[in-house]
């Protein structure tokens, strides 16, 4: 499959501060990657690198085969831009931000109205659209900013945690319109801190840390590197030794004790609920809950972003 | 959804001419900022005219003027030299603004010539400032200020803080391209004042201490309202034993122009166009 972003190596520093430390990333053409990633990751630095914005100190990036830094202007008109910061005036009408946009991408004036118009309505802002954007809840500039951004279709599009800072309903909205362009066949590489948005959005995740891409995979696939969890709830949380003993037993790994609560991982298929329910009988122990669940993609990235080594951070 | 693919590279002679239309869109941008929010533009129109009144009436019931005059004669040139010196800020607090709220980034994203952000935010400037101009000429000529060398001359006086204006707005606009952000900018616009107020725009600098006058003299407001002064006919004319500044306050004016248009118009778009942070 072509590959539509590439990167190689990037390193960037600013100061003291190593925000990225050798990120590589390949994201196939017409697919969603998620890059999940807790605050001061380098998330940011890598999509401003990508867009053109700021330079890498070393290492490459291609978009669609141009390179970002020597054929940067190539690659500014093939791709779009949307942030956690809603770039457009305020002092403007959201139809007059579409407007100058559309001009800036040397749409006629015809061309910028009419496509102003178009993307107003299948976004939603149509009735908002001649009031100033100083006026818009947060969730309608966020929608703004990324119809901005799609003025002239992007092949590829960038979104930097667009829905940091959103109530849920704005955030299912996004969600929405992210859907329908990775539906029109648009790459789209996503940022964020949220675990779910990503879960949700995103065929491929690549969870970064330290300026690194440390895990890359499915949703699916990497919740499997974790495993299933294997949740009980007893009666009488007098028992918890004596049960904690049984699930090890089973699971082959340590069980985790919280008040009532017993938790273990358990390798996929390994452990059968009947097993369960009949050892924990057997040993005398009743249980009022057991549960076998996937694990959420926060336990997933929990667990490896744990794993990168803490001298690291330096 | 229409299909609208990427524009595909362009001809040296069309990257120009999208520059240049790049350039007028930002233009119209800023104007209809204006349209959809007079209220500022009427209070940035509505100052200067009151400041005409409050120089005029207050200092000039006591001030008085070297060589005799009106008070309000000599003040006119100074005011409007003022006035040019505030497009500074404006620019400023614009480009800041812009950079601090991410519209630069977008605008820097988009293949956009890297000098149509500058010149658009410059020329839009230019604009407001014609305008500003208007209004104080004719705030200036109810309280009984009058050009006196004819037609010619005032309008050469108007050109030439016109294109002072101009150069001035481009170091506004580096200026807020290195704070990038609007409270910043916000805490520097009380500055313009000490810079306006050691000059001989509203007081003759005879009275003042030894160096401060040295800085006065050689302040280009001084050599501003010097030209006004002496092309409206104005009192308050340096005599020719003057620094040198003021004795050629024309060419010293227009020395001021080209360098900071040499110095800050370069400066400006490199510093737009890097890519760093």
Redesign the interface.
Known sequence: MEEMIVAEGLHKRFGDTRALRGLDLRVPAGTVCGVLGPNGAGKTTAVRILATLSDPDSGHARIAGHDVVREADRVRGLIGLAGQYAAVDEKLTGRDNLRMFGRLHHLSRAAARRRADELLERFGLAAAADRLVSGYSGGMRRRLDLIASLIVRPRVLFLDEPTTGLDPRSRGEIWDAVRALAGDGTTVLLTTQYLEEADRLADDIAVVDHGRVIATGAPDALKATIGDRLDVVLEDPALGDRAAAVLSALAGAAAEAEEDRLSVAVRGGRVRLADVVRELDRAGVAAADVALRRPTLDEVFLRLTDETPKEAAR | ?????????ATPATRLR?AV??GL??V??EL??IR??PGQLIAALIFPAFMVLLFGYVFGSAIKVPGGGNYREYLMPGLFTMVTFTSVMAVTLNVATDAA???M????????ARS?VPFGQTGADALLGVLNMVIMAGAGLVVGWRPHHGVVATLQAFLLLAALRYALSWVGCYLGLVVKNERTADQLIPLVFPVTMISNAYVPTDGMPAWMRVVADWNPVSAATAACRDLFGNPGVPAADASWPLAHPVAAVLLWTVVLLAVFVPLSIRTYGR???
């Open positions: 959804m229409t299909a609208l693919s990427p524009a595909p590279l999208w239309a790049d869109t930002l119209g941008r209809g900022r959809r929010e709220n991410g519209v980034d977008r605008f820097r994203s988009m293949p956009m149509a890519r760093g942070r």
